[in-house]
């Protein structure tokens, strides 16, 4: 059924939720931002009066008992991604996760099925997939802009960044047990997933991953290749200790080609025999209220445009796994 109005909750109120997602939840319409969890009971408290939010607690299992919570948003390191899915779901409350989904595939398979089971949608924060920018790419195939698609080469490289620098104090984004691999997962995923959504599943996928520099365990460099199941070849690398910043993307047809970053807000550019053409987009100030947009009106009923589900992101994690897959095996 329906719902008239989705009243929100968000188990795990950082940085993320500060700007990227969750003033989000108060400037749609038919959404409200009703309750926040933190640990740490003071800084659950400091968000909710900073964002005039009614309700917040530092207990989880309150927040999604909580009668006036219709649907939870879990903004925790992937390791409890798994844990409060099956605890939302079994409330029969809808999920929207972070990404990456999951530690594993085998999790996310998990929630899936657990979400199934209780009737609710699950759906995961792979935003890009309703940005502007991106669509307009996504209709540039569509057209034919540039022929028939060919392939697509990833190229992103990065410096190192300076809080993994203290082996003593890095943040869980490069520890495996919490976030499932490296920055691998925490960034490429977002480019693999508009990969998907741009070209279509990937069917069969290679990869190496290694670590380089040494500043922790996980893999700070992947480089894999790709066979969509649509016949689209790609191929992909990432570093995370190089010496400048990069973020580019083409995709290759046979009349043109599109170039985009994936992170960085610039100009969309289509090549093609006839000259070049550039599209320019405003970053929004929320990334994730375009997909959230999509979200709430799936739940209220007004309409479903293709937001990330469990079943998508799914396909990102088992693309990921078989990528870093040799790492983590030796």
Known sequence: MALEKVR???IGCGEVTEVKSG???QKIENSELVAVMRRTGALAKDYAERHN????????DALINDPAVDAVYIATPPASHKEYTIKVAREGKPVYVEKPMALNSVECEEMIAICKEAGVPLYVSFYRRAMPRFLKIKELLDT??????????TTQYQQVAEDVLDPENLPWRVQPDLAGGGLFFDLASHTIDILDFLLGPIA???????NQAGHYPAEDIVTGTYLFESGVHGVGSWCFSAFENVDKNEIVGSKGKISFSTFSNDPIVLTTAEGTKEWSFEQPIHVHQPLIETIVADLTGLDSNGTCTGVTALRTSKVMEKMVKNHYQD
């Not at 034919?144 to 080469?153: D, H, N, S, T, Y």
């Not at 069969?204 to 290694?210: E, K, L, T």
């Open 8 to 10: 929100w909750g968000i």
């Open 23 to 25: 003033p989000a939840f």
């Open 53 to 60: 939010i009614p309700k917040w607690y530092d207990d989880a």
């Open 144 to 153: 034919k802009a540039i022929g028939e698609v060919r392939f697509v080469e």
């Open 204 to 210: 069969d996928v290679h990869g190496i991953a290694s």
